[in-house]
């Protein structure tokens, strides 16, 4: 103890060390794509895209280099992002079971979302639960904010001062309609969506499948409709007159607003076999060309485990095959007509035309995934040349206005009042063999070019003795193929190891697992694929793993 108490006291008459030694690291900026996404929503009137995350960080992005960044002031997992654009407002609901106002606002041409306000369902029970948050709803241009309890309750926020109002819609008034032996408890209210037309009518859809038409000016429920399966979620046709809900089942229902039928006929896209849950479904378009969009329901048994996000519009019905798990999916349109799909998963981004039969891909801007394929190397250059800049740029151009269709996402007016201080350039290098090239020169990632090495070792010797894997052709479900992200490999000699590259003379070496060594050069003039490999390629050792 004594010689605790010695040391102590002579490192307590130590002088401190001089000011020069003291410094801290703090984040400039941060690329790629968000970590674990888990909400995201779309202004129309902004043309903004917003994206929650599980840690509460909340951006707002929009045509490229306009981002929006607020964070909770406790990492709580954002559940749901509700825009409200005549304001240039957002609300958020978080796991915390409060509501948060956000303002997006332009601060000495530094965009940022401040947090206004925020407010709390206070339970009523000492056991709590009783006014947990299940979802809400905020309709375009509507001053009031409406929330579904898990109690099975529907109370309404005011927006402007966020306070809530006195009139409360209970679970057994609003179900009052329904038959004597369905009046037990409907569960949680899982689905909320205001009438196309009419701003006094809000459809209320319950966790046990029973759905209410609610009319707020008669304070009493228009119409309801028995429940034909756990229900999962809803939506109005645009017409207003017929909605559809998806069901835990696999299944959808077509239901008409204003007629006295019974229960609907069910439809299962993939039955015969049971089929899981069907989160989300969306039901636009014309009734002589409607276009029905949601994800899940594959049959249980043979593709319980893929990702998936089906597509039917008209005679076409094609299911995007995704690598990760879907977090949501909305439509954007134009004139009331969809014209792109956007889908967020756990890994990527990615948005689809929907104005052509095909639903083809649109490129990304932004918002791209350094770890589609597993990240083995990364080397960074500053002062790039003006002109190796340009054909860079050239291609990247050429990349994103390949086809008819833009990235969706175009709010914002982005800062251009000085020139990047310089012209940055990452280059990465993945496990399958491919190099990607970067500009990091402003607050956002934009992809330049991608040179895929996996075609120059295409080798007969490489071929499998036991013979190719045959691959059984399968026409039902229609899967296509979609999103970049791919965890694995399939060669781990293809990954790269180490990258080189000398702006001056614009030599690439790349080095890798398998023991090879690349050299390539870049063209001088701007031609479609200004990067050529230039010499032979000597493959020096080969370390089978």
């Not at 840690?55 to 990492?75: I, M, N």
């Not at 969809?338 to 083809?360: H, M, W």
Request: proline fraction near 6%.
């Amino acid at each position: 103890m004594r010689r605790l108490t010695r040391r102590l006291r002579r490192d307590s008459t130590r002088s401190p060390p001089p000011p020069h030694l003291h410094f801290s690291v703090q984040k400039t900026t941060e690329h790629g794509f968000p970590h674990r996404p888990s909400a995201m929503a779309f202004d129309d009137s902004l043309s903004l895209l917003f994206i929650g995350t599980r840690s509460g960080r909340l951006t707002a992005y929009g045509q490229a280099g306009v981002v929006y960044r607020g964070e909770h002031h406790d990492e709580m997992c954002v559940f749901q992002i509700l825009c409200h654009g005549v304001k240039r407002q957002v609300v958020t609901q978080c796991l915390d079971n409060y509501l948060y106002l956000w303002q997006l606002q332009d601060e000495n041409d530094t965009p940022k979302i401040h947090m206004v306000s925020r407010y709390r369902l206070v339970s009523a029970s000492s056991f709590g639960g009783a006014k947990a948050i299940s979802v809400c709803c905020l309709p375009k241009g509507s001053p009031n904010l409406y929330i579904g309890t898990e109690a099975g309750n529907l109370y309404i926020l005011q927006i402007e001062s966020f306070s809530l109002k006195d009139n409360v819609v209970y679970w057994n008034q609003a179900t009052a309609g329904l038959q004597s032996h369905t009046k037990l408890h409907p569960g949680s209210i899982v689905a909320l969506e205001m009438h196309p037309y009419n701003d006094s009518k809000l459809l209320i859809g319950f966790e046990k499948g029973s759905l209410v038409l609610w009319n707020f000016e008669r304070n009493q429920p228009e119409r309801t409709f028995p429940p034909v399966q756990y229900l999962q979620s809803l939506c109005w046709h645009p017409d207003g007159r017929q909605f559809i809900t998806s069901h835990s089942d696999g299944s959808f229902a077509v239901w008409t607003a204003n007629s006295r039928q019974t229960v609907p006929e069910k439809s299962v896209p993939y039955d015969p076999d049971p089929c899981k849950r069907m989160d989300k479904v969306l039901w636009r378009g014309s009734d002589s060309n409607p276009l029905v969009v949601f994800s899940g329901g594959m049959p249980r048994a043979a593709y319980g485990d893929r990702h998936t996000v089906t597509v039917m519009q008209g005679a076409s019905h094609i299911a995007l095959d995704f690598s990760s798990k879907v977090i949501d999916f909305l439509c954007t349109y134009d004139n009331g007509d969809p014209v792109s799909l956007i889908v967020l998963l756990e890994e990527e981004i990615t948005a689809f035309d929907l104005t052509q039969g095909n639903v083809r891909e649109i490129p990304k801007p932004y918002l791209c995934s350094l770890h589609e394929s597993p990240l083995t190397a990364i080397h960074h250059c500053t002062n790039v040349s003006h002109d190796f800049w340009e054909i860079l740029e050239h291609f990247a151009f050429q990349k994103l206005h390949a086809g008819r269709s833009k990235w969706p996402v175009t709010g914002g007016t982005a800062v251009r009042g000085r020139s990047a201080p310089s012209r940055d350039l990452v280059i990465t290098g993945h496990e399958d063999g491919s190099v990607r090239f970067w500009d990091v020169s402003s607050c956002f990632l934009g992809p330049l070019y991608r040179l895929s090495l996996a075609a120059l070792f295409d080798n007969v010797d490489d071929i499998d003795l036991d013979g190719p894997e045959e691959k059984a052709e399968i026409d039902w479900p229609p899967f296509v193929r979609a999103g970049s992200f791919d965890q694995f490999s399939t060669d781990q000699r293809l990954a790269i190891v180490d990258i080189n590259f000398c702006p001056l003379s614009r030599i690439l070496t790349i080095g890798g697992y398998g023991g090879y060594v690349v050299m390539a050069t870049f063209n001088n003039q701007i031609q479609q694929h200004p990067i050529t490999v230039q010499i032979s390629i000597r493959i020096l050792t080969v370390c089978m793993p």
